[in-house]
């Protein structure tokens, strides 16, 4: 709790003093981000929208960072989720909501598979899973690039704006007359649950943390890391890919190349901030959520670029993890001056 | 053909200062993953500094000052909190990028100084080679510069080999007498400058201004070229040269392939992926076993300590 003070305090200073060095009231910004994240019933959609792709990639991440693994790939799966996806929801026939459904499954499948390839380029081709699945995101990117220009551009024009609108009736459904659908979120909380589930009861589970702690003498106590560390990139890159489906079905309802737009990158401070405990996922990305879409209304109603948010988000995962290390040394500091 | 290669070293430039700065960094046995951010916040900083003072030269200082700051973040939360390098270094990516939009929002897309181009009388009109390397401006020669320096001091200076030593068995150069962390603080500082050199190199040469994330998917590849390039100097800059060569072309097929600029950043990581695959495949590593000297050679391993904290007691 007094880590949370102390690291929730320093944020504060900085991002304070951030706003008053740019001339605005840290107060009126502070009641900007709420208004324009929670102020209406559209706004609270649009931060629930914006929770859930982001709470479903960090769970993933929960499984992957349990396994040790540095799945910074996590962008490219949200991004090869949202082709897959989108290639269903464009060329499938049929009720709308099979079509849907499989669209969603194919999100998974999508991004489970480009999960794969990093695992696969770690455990048989020698190459650290931050460059492989950092490699595959930019490629991923530009797969989605071309796409959008090329063979899936709008009737007549090819533009990055996007591809053609979907038809409508494989829009996630939304409720209310406002633009939030219940599907996205449903499935993220079943997913949160899931993901608690398997590292806490399961074999598997188990068997992450092992590898997650020491790869040796996981391997010593007769745990083959492959199938281990390739299925926590199929739960990892699936969810990513499931959170880039939800984003393409849900809110965009077509294929833009900065689909992903730094969701994956986000959902990594997410998780460092909810320490890699599960049942703070949700809360810390609705946190984030909230910045992220407040944000914007700093821009149109202060004047301040919209980075601001972002920055507020680095500030206090940066100050959380700082504190955290700190009160860890001083703790062993202590314990050295007592013996 | 002259004008190619000599077009090759400028755009190159940037890179250079990157990558051989992340190389030392790394051989110390330290990781600053920041580069994608810190190169950003150092290319906002070096344009704001050169556009105020109205001098180029206050603009590196300044991008200098910027990367050496987020590198030493990075050194002390391993060093001194015993923090996981790559989760402070990723973190710092992100914020710094974030924090260069906010910042650096007044100075979006402004027309401001920029390096001058001083060719070098008689050298430059060597054939082949003599644009390339006679006919620049001060950043690109202090990359060229960086390069052999840089190749000397971790190869030949006893510093260097000290330095080496840190990174890759600390346990054995502290029984030595070398202060471990000192050493890493060093690395991690000079190389951190450097990286912020590159992102000055970036707005007041290469790219000639500042705009938001002007220059990101840079920092990214350059940790690509380090791992690449087997942090050795030479291979890093040849690396380097080979992604220069790649974006000269790029941008003379842009009128034919109008595509591909948004495709550009994601060729050097499958030929870098590819790469690490074919060397590290078992028959090519066999085949180093067997001849040792060549086998360094073609598969450079990490620096023994890379990633980790290191504690005297």
Redesign the interface.
């Known amino acids: 709790m007094k880590r949370a003070a102390l690291a929730g305090g320093a944020s504060l200073l900085v991002a304070s003093i951030?706003l008053i060095v740019?001339g605005t009231n840290p107060i009126e910004a502070t009641g900007v981000l709420i208004s324009g994240s929670f102020g209406t019933s559209d706004k609270i959609a649009d931060t629930i929208m914006a929770w859930a792709p982001l709470a479903l990639a960090a769970a993933g991440l929960v499984v992957t960072f349990s396994a040790g693994l540095?799945n910074?790939g996590v962008e490219g799966q949200v991004i090869a989720g949202a082709i897959t996806a989108t290639a269903v929801a464009r060329s499938m026939g049929g009720p709308g909501w099979i079509v849907m459904a499989v669209a969603l499954l194919a999100g998974f499948v999508g991004g489970a598979f480009w999960g794969v390839l990093a695992g696969l380029?770690r455990t048989r081709?020698?190459?650290?899973e931050?460059?492989?699945g950092?490699?595959?995101g930019?490629?991923a990117?530009?797969?989605a690039?071309?796409l959008v220009?090329?063979p899936w551009k709008r009737e007549g024009i090819a533009s990055?704006s996007g591809t053609d609108l979907f038809r409508e009736d494989v829009w996630l459904p939304t409720v209310g007359g406002t633009r939030l659908s219940l599907a996205p979120v449903v499935v993220t909380i079943g997913v949160l649950w899931w993901v608690a589930w398997i590292l806490k009861s399961t074999r598997f589970g188990l068997e992450l943390r092992a590898v997650g702690k020491n790869l040796a003498s996981a391997r010593l106590v007769g745990i083959r890391s492959e199938p281990v560390m390739l299925g926590a990139f199929v739960i990892g890159g699936g969810t990513a890919g499931l959170a880039g489906a939800f984003v393409t079905m849900g809110i965009q309802h077509k294929l833009v190349?900065a689909v992903a737009g730094?969701r994956g990158?986000?959902a990594?401070?997410v998780v460092?901030l909810a320490a890699f405990a599960p049942r703070w996922i949700a809360p810390v990305a609705l946190f984030f959520a909230a910045i992220s879409v407040g944000s914007s209304q700093l821009n149109l109603r202060l004047d301040?670029?919209s980075?601001?948010?972002?920055?507020l988000?680095?500030?206090v995962?940066?100050a959380a993890?700082?504190v955290a290390?700190?009160q860890?040394?001083r703790k062993i500091n202590r314990q050295e001056e007592v013996r | 053909m002259d004008a190619t290669l000599a077009s090759i070293v400028a755009a190159a430039a940037p890179l250079v200062y990157a990558a051989i700065g992340e190389t030392i960094t790394e051989r110390a046995g330290v990781v600053n993953l920041s580069l994608d951010g810190s190169i950003l916040l150092a290319a906002m900083t070096g344009f704001a500094a050169a556009y105020t003072t109205n001098s180029v030269i206050a603009g590196f200082v300044a991008a200098a000052l910027v990367g050496m700051a987020v590198a030493l973040l990075v050194a002390w939360s391993g060093i001194a909190l015993k923090l996981n390098q790559i989760a402070v270094g990723f973190i710092l990516t992100i914020l710094a990028a974030d924090l260069a939009g906010f910042l650096g929002d007044s100075f979006n897309r402004l027309p401001g100084p920029t390096v001058t181009a001083r060719p070098i009388p008689v050298l430059e009109n060597i054939p082949v080679v003599g644009q390339a390397l006679f006919d620049q401006n001060i950043s690109v020669y202090g990359s060229l510069l960086l390069i052999v320096g840089a190749a000397w001091f971790l190869a030949r200076s006893r510093g260097g080999l000290e330095l080496s030593a840190v990174g890759e068995r600390p346990e054995a150069a502290h029984s030595r007498g070398i202060v471990v962390n000192r050493y890493r603080y060093l690395a991690t500082a000079a190389g951190g400058a450097l990286v912020g050199i590159s992102g000055a190199a970036f707005s007041l040469d290469q790219k000639a201004g500042w705009a938001e994330g002007s220059t990101a998917g840079f920092g990214w590849i350059a940790l690509a070229i380090v791992i690449f390039g087997g942090w050795q100097p030479l291979r890093v800059a040849l690396g380097c040269y080979l992604f220069g060569g790649l974006q000269v072309v790029a941008l003379r097929l842009q009128p034919v392939f109008p595509g591909l600029s948004q495709v550009l950043p994601a060729i050097p990581f499958p030929l870098m992926i590819l790469s690490l695959v074919i060397v590290n495949s078992p028959s090519i590593r066999k085949l180093a076993a067997r001849a040792p000297r060549i086998g360094r050679l073609l598969i450079p391993d990490p620096p023994g300590a890379l990633g980790t904290n290191f504690a005297t007691d």
């Open positions: 951030l740019s540095w910074i380029l081709g020698g190459v650290n931050i460059f492989g950092l490699g595959l930019f490629v990117q530009a797969f690039t071309y220009i090329g990055t190349p730094g990158f986000l990594i401070l460092l301040l670029d980075s601001l948010g972002g920055v988000q680095g500030v995962v940066l993890v700082l290390g700190w860890l040394q």
